[in-house]
Structure formats: structure tokens, C-alpha cells
């Protein structure tokens, strides 16, 4: 069993503006996050669930959304069991609930790029105002 909690964005990241950046943090407890690929995704009012990147195991692989390509960057610290998302020239159609995931097995990164996930956080708002 994993634990998944981001943070970054809500209350504390509040409300940026178009061209801002912001980082997301995904701290996972429980079993170690190594075990896993993570990636994360987001959500935005009456859109379906968007991959927006992932990570692999030991950080050696990623995959970007093009949406995100160029602009944000996904790195992991396995000895804190940290996952982060680094968002730079932030745009409101970036507007939404960022959720973190964990996917192990066969091709975890693949199934986290195919939307697939076997653990989930609770998610942190990113509002991006124009």
C-alpha cells in the first residue's frame, strides 16, 4: 500500500498568473517509491483525466503530454520519496486538479502514459489566471 500527497498548488501555491511557475511535490509513504513508476495527471471541470507526464523507477525515463513538452519538467529524489513536477511558463488552460500516481508491474511507465495507475493522490488545485 502507498500513500500519495501532493502539494504545491491550493491554499499554497494559490492563484498564479499566465507566464508564472510553480512546483508540485508528490510525497510518497508506505512502501518505497522506487518500487514504482510516477507520473501525474490533471483534471480540469468537465474534462476527462489528462496524462500530463511520468518517471520511471529510478528517473533514467520520462514522457511528456505535448500540451506540457518544453515547459514542464518532472524529476524524482528517491531517498525522500519525493516526486516533483516543475511547471514553467504556466498558461490557464494549465487550469486544473494536478493528481499524482504510482504504477508498478510490467511497463509502469506505459501504463501510466496509457492512464493506467495503481495508486492515487488526492490532488492540488493549479489555478492559472490570464
Known amino acids: 500500500q502507498v500513500r500519495l500527497v501532493e502539494s504545491g498548488g491550493g491554499s499554497e501555491g494559490g492563484l498564479v498568473q499566465t507566464g508564472d511557475s510553480l512546483r508540485l511535490s508528490c510525497a510518497a509513504s508506505?512502501?518505497?517509491?522506487?518500487?514504482?513508476?510516477m507520473g501525474w495527471f490533471r483534471q480540469s471541470p468537465g474534462k476527462e483525466r489528462e496524462f500530463v507526464t511520468a518517471?520511471?523507477?529510478?528517473?533514467?525515463?520520462?514522457n511528456y503530454a505535448d500540451s506540457v513538452k518544453g515547459r514542464f519538467t518532472i524529476s524524482r529524489d528517491n531517498a525522500k520519496n519525493t516526486v516533483y513536477l516543475q511547471m514553467n511558463s504556466l498558461k490557464p488552460d494549465d487550469t486544473a486538479v494536478y493528481y499524482c500516481?504510482?504504477?508498478?508491474?510490467?511497463?509502469?511507465?506505459?501504463?501510466?502514459?496509457?492512464?493506467?495507475?495503481?495508486?492515487w493522490g488526492q490532488g492540488t488545485q493549479v489555478t492559472v489566471s490570464s
Open positions: 518517471i520511471s523507477r529510478y528517473g533514467a525515463n520520462t
Open positions: 508506505g512502501r518505497t517509491a522506487s518500487a514504482y513508476a
Open positions: 500516481a504510482a504504477a508498478a508491474g510490467s511497463e509502469p511507465l506505459q501504463r501510466l502514459f496509457r492512464g493506467q495507475f495503481d495508486y
